[in-house]
Every structure is written in structure tokens, then in C-alpha cells.
């Protein structure tokens, strides 16, 4: 399997374990070429991440919250399970592009509403509207105006 940072052909597993429900393997890889650590669940690739929420706080990484999270925002919007599917990989991926075991719970966010603004502009808005407005009112009114311009266009 190459690697997902440096695209080397070849990694090695140095961990494989059941998983608990008796249907998966998570396999731990690591590249030979740049130590770079990973691990596989069947053919999903797990992110081993944790975050750091804003009062400090850490917590791994969760992709079953992230999927529910976008659920809720897509919440009777037309969106098909494969452009969902998409969607949480492309995040995934934008993730792990960052290249840190540690990420921040609001670089997690912007990711978030990067990806979700190319698939729903009412559930970008949405998500922003919880995720942002306790943050920073303001900023989130300008997004919001500018959305509303570009439709009128
Ligand atoms: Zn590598």
C-alpha cells in the first residue's frame, strides 16, 4: 500500500489486530521511505487523529460524529449517498493533508465548511450558523451577505 504522505510504494504493517466487533482487521502501517504512521480498517483508512477542542480538552478523532454532524446540517437537502460518501473523504483527506497527529477543533470546522460550501450552500450555512456564531458574529454575517450577493448574480 503507498504511502498517503510520499506517495512510496511501500509501507510495512507493524501492528494487525481484530477488530472488536470480528469483522475487520485494523492494520497499523508505517512507510519505509518516510515514517510516516497510518492505519487501515478493511479498506478505510483511519484517521488517527486527536483534537483539541476549544477550552483545551482532547479527544480522538471520531468520523461517526463527523458523519452525523453533516447529517444534521444536510438534514432534507438533496444530497445522494454517493456525494455524501465523497464529501466525508474529502474531508478526511483535507485532514490528513494537514499532516499533524493534533489538530484544533476550529481548523477541523474551516475544513468542514470548505467542503460543505462545494456540495450545499444551505447546509454550509447551516453548519456555519452553529459552528461560528458563538464565535464570532460578525465574521459570520459578512459570509452570509456574500453568499446572498452571489446568488442575486
Ligand atoms: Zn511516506
Known amino acids: 500500500m503507498k504511502c498517503p504522505v510520499c506517495l512510496f510504494q511501500d509501507t510495512k504493517v507493524v501492528d494487525s489486530r481484530v477488530a472488536v466487533n470480528g469483522f475487520s482487521i485494523r492494520r497499523r502501517r508505517e512507510c519505509l521511505k518516510c515514517g510516516f504512521r497510518f492505519s487501515t480498517y478493511e479498506e478505510i483508512e483511519l484517521l488517527d487523529l486527536m483534537i483539541i477542542k476549544r477550552d483545551g480538552r482532547k479527544e480522538a478523532y471520531n468520523k461517526e460524529k463527523l458523519v452525523s454532524g453533516l447529517k444534521r446540517s444536510l ?60 464565535e464570532d458574529l460578525q465574521v459570520f454575517q459578512e459570509k452570509l451577505n456574500k453568499l446572498l450577493k452571489n446568488k442575486k448574480k
Open 75 to 134: 438534514e432534507k437537502r438533496l444530497v445522494n449517498e454517493e456525494t455524501f460518501k465523497k464529501l466525508v473523504n474529502a474531508i478526511e483527506r483535507d485532514l490528513q493533508a494537514l499532516k499533524n497527529s493534533e489538530v484544533l477543533s476550529s481548523q477541523i470546522g474551516k475544513i468542514i465548511m470548505k467542503e460543505l460550501k462545494k456540495v450545499d450552500k444551505v447546509a454550509f450555512i447551516r453548519f456555519a450558523s452553529v459552528y461560528e456564531s458563538f
